[in-house]
T-cell receptor
Framework: DAGVIQSPRHEVTEMGQEVTLRCKPI?????LFWYRQTMMRGLELLIY????????DSGMPEDRFSAKMPNASFSTLKIQPSEPRDSAVYFC???????????FGPGTRLTVL | GQQLNQSPQSMFIQEGEDVSMNCTSS?????WLWYKQDPGEGPVLLIA?????ELTSNGRLTAQFGITRKDSFLNISASIPSDVGIYFC?????????FGTGTSLTVIP
């Protein structure tokens, strides 16, 4: 299995631009999680989906952030408009069921100038 | 929200030394996990613990699930340079998943 796939691996953009991060979970996994990691705040859960349905989005920082999961093999995290404080590494993780161990992708390093 | 306290925050050790780190919580959890994050990569699961008192080994790694279900430790024996990274504990309860703040390990050759 290829594991969780994220793209792009690196993204550099200017403040105000729209950013879209992509994730393909492991085949057969029913739950998908988006995390943000920074030095100051560590690993923060932003949102998670179960069977393509958003279950808990209480970690999404503000309305500029949105996430979708149109099917079992694809999810996006969008930031619009982006701000410098959004600079972080964004991880996607998937699991067979919510209460199981999570498998992480390699992350997308986002830099907003 | 739930808080997992990991200690120490960082460690600098000589190659060959043993390492011990732990994770505590004020709440009871039924599943404890240990992850390692290499620089520039995502966290990778090392060990999963499902039963209070359980002691599990994976090569040079040993982890235990505390009998009170409020703590866990991870030991690494005979450290090597590739052990460098950040080690996270995590817990699962119901539909919630929480990560600790991490222990950064540096191994000096």
């Amino acid at each position: 299995d290829a594991g969780v796939i994220q793209s792009p691996r690196h993204e550099v953009t200017e403040m105000g631009q729209e950013v879209t991060l992509r994730c393909k979970p492991i085949s057969g996994h029913n739950s998908l999680f988006w995390y943000r990691q920074t030095m100051m705040r560590g690993l923060e859960l932003l949102i998670y989906f179960n069977n393509n349905v958003p279950i808990d989005d209480s970690g999404m920082p503000e309305d500029r952030f949105s996430a979708k999961m149109p099917n079992a093999s694809f999810s996006t995290l969008k930031i619009q408009p982006s701000e410098p404080r959004d600079s972080a590494v964004y991880f996607c993780a998937s699991t067979r069921q919510v209460a199981n161990e999570q498998f992480f992708g390699p992350g997308t390093r986002l830099t907003v100038l | 929200g739930q808080q997992l306290n990991q200690s120490p925050q960082s460690m600098f050790i000589q190659e060959g030394e043993d390492v011990s780190m732990n994770c505590t919580s004020s709440s009871i959890f039924n599943t404890w996990l240990w992850y390692k994050q290499d620089p520039g990569e995502g966290p990778v699961l090392l060990i999963a613990l499902y039963k209070a008192g359980e002691l599990t080994s994976n090569g040079r790694l040993t982890a235990q699930f505390g009998i009170t279900r409020k703590d866990s430790f991870l030991n690494i024996s005979a450290s090597i340079p590739s052990d460098v990274g950040i080690y996270f504990c995590a817990v699962i309860t119901g539909n919630q998943f929480y990560f600790g703040t991490g222990t950064s390990l540096t191994v000096i050759p």
